[in-house]
């Protein structure tokens, strides 16, 4: 369960910034020089928050079947999506479906990148087990050898 914890707060830091940068690019892009209220920070801290919460669907006692794994994957999108969007409609960040759809194809941008990311972090991560693994059996290979 520390596991799963740290990765949602890791989750919080890494939607926090992704969320920042994709609606920082989407105005750059969209030639948008309106400003935003003072709360938006806020906004992005909470959206970074809630959107957090659902990892702790990746929570696992014993190792999922891929099925089982797939369907929190699904459920924990589709939680994320809801999120985002019920606090967008409830902070006036959309007011079209033109917009929504804009919001949603940020969502999901957002969402990739954190995929992305957490499994570029965790095959390094394994990648530095699989190599102290193989270090403590060479060590324990030699010392056997010595004796």
Known sequence: MKDTIKMAISHFFIITVCV???????????????GYPQEFP?????????????SLLFYFRKEPSRKQFLLRVILHFLCIITIVMGEGYLLKWYG????????????????IA??????????KAEQGINEALKNFNNDEAEETDSV
């Open 42 to 54: 806020l906004h992005l801290l909470l959206i970074g928050a809630t959107s957090a919460l659902p």
């Open 96 to 111: 079209s479906f033109a917009e929504a759809a804009i919001i949603a194809g940020i969502v999901i941008a957002v969402y």
């Open 20 to 34: 920042t940068a994709a609606i920082g690019f989407s105005n750059l892009i969209a030639g948008n020089t309106e």
């Open 114 to 123: 954190v995929w992305l990311i957490t499994m570029h972090s965790n095959n």
